[in-house]
C-alpha cells in the first residue's frame, strides 16, 4: 500500500522568494515519486520523477527535489518564485513501473507580488 | 512524450443520462489510467485499461457505473452512466510511456463533466 500527504493545502510566497512544497510518502516497496503542475482549467504536466537515480532530481521551470529516504519526503523547490508559478502541484507515488499513482491532496501556490 | 487528447473537453448533462467520454494517445501504449478529479479535491483513480483485457477497478468503483473500452493500443472511452450531481468531476485519462524506459505518466487535458 501507498500514500502520499502533502502538508499545506495552500501556500503563498511574494515574488522572488523561496518556494518550499512539502511532500511525504509510504510505501511498502521503494517508491517512484513525481510532482506535477496543474494550471487552472488544464490538465497535469509532469515538473520532475524520482526512480532510483539521483536523489537530487532537477525538472522544469528551475524546480528541483530531493528524495530522502530517511525522512520518507520527497520536498519540491524553487529558489526564486515567478508569477507564472501560481499552480496546483500534486505529488505522487508509484511502487512500481506500470502501479497506478497515488496522489497528494494538493497544494495550491499563490505567488504575490 | 506521449500527447493525449481528450473529448469532448467539457459537457453539462442531465441527470440520468450517461456519457462516453473518448481519450485517444498519438503512440501505441500498454496501460492506460482513468482518473477522477472531484471539484477541489485531487486525483483519484478510477480504473487501469489494458488492450485485451478488462478494465481494472479501484475500490469504490464498478463496471456498471463506469464502463471502459480499450480496443487498441491508442484509444479507450471511459463511460459515466446513470449520472448525477455527485458525478459533476474532471476526468482525466493518463498513459504510462513505457517505450522510453520511463516511468512516468503523461496526461490528456481532462473533460470537465457537470451534471444538473
Known amino acids: 500500500a501507498q500514500s502520499v500527504t502533502q502538508l499545506g493545502s495552500h501556500v503563498s510566497v511574494s515574488e522572488g522568494a523561496l518556494v518550499l512544497l512539502r511532500c511525504n510518502y509510504s510505501s511498502s516497496v521503494p517508491p517512484y515519486l513525481f510532482w506535477y503542475v496543474q494550471y487552472p482549467n488544464q490538465g497535469l504536466q509532469l515538473l520532475l520523477k524520482y526512480t532510483s537515480a539521483a536523489t537530487l532530481v532537477k525538472g522544469i521551470n528551475g524546480f528541483e527535489a530531493e528524495f530522502k529516504k530517511s525522512e520518507t519526503s520527497f520536498h519540491l523547490t524553487k529558489p526564486s518564485a515567478h508569477m507564472s508559478d501560481a499552480a496546483e502541484y500534486f505529488c505522487?507515488?508509484?511502487?512500481?513501473?506500470?502501479?497506478?499513482?497515488?496522489f497528494g491532496g494538493g497544494t495550491r501556490l499563490m505567488v504575490k507580488p | 512524450s506521449a500527447v493525449i487528447s481528450q473529448k469532448p473537453s467539457r459537457d453539462i448533462c442531465q441527470r440520468g443520462t450517461s456519457l462516453t467520454i473518448q481519450c485517444q494517445v498519438d503512440?501505441?501504449?500498454?496501460?492506460m489510467f482513468w482518473y477522477r478529479q472531484q471539484p477541489g479535491q485531487s486525483l483519484t483513480l478510477i480504473a487501469t485499461?489494458?488492450?485485451?483485457?478488462?478494465?481494472?477497478?479501484e475500490s469504490g468503483f464498478v463496471i456498471d457505473k463506469f464502463p471502459i473500452s480499450r480496443p487498441n493500443l491508442t484509444f479507450s472511452t471511459l463511460t459515466v452512466s446513470n449520472m448525477s450531481p455527485e458525478d459533476s468531476s474532471i476526468y482525466l485519462c493518463?498513459?504510462?510511456?513505457?517505450?522510453?524506459?520511463?516511468?512516468?505518466?503523461?496526461f490528456g487535458p481532462g473533460t470537465r463533466l457537470t451534471v444538473t
Open positions: 505522487a507515488v508509484s511502487g512500481n513501473a506500470g502501479n497506478m499513482l497515488t
Open positions: 485499461a489494458n488492450q485485451g483485457s478488462e478494465a481494472t477497478y
Open positions: 503512440s501505441q501504449v500498454t496501460m
Open positions: 493518463s498513459v504510462e510511456d513505457r517505450a522510453r524506459g520511463s516511468y512516468e505518466q503523461y
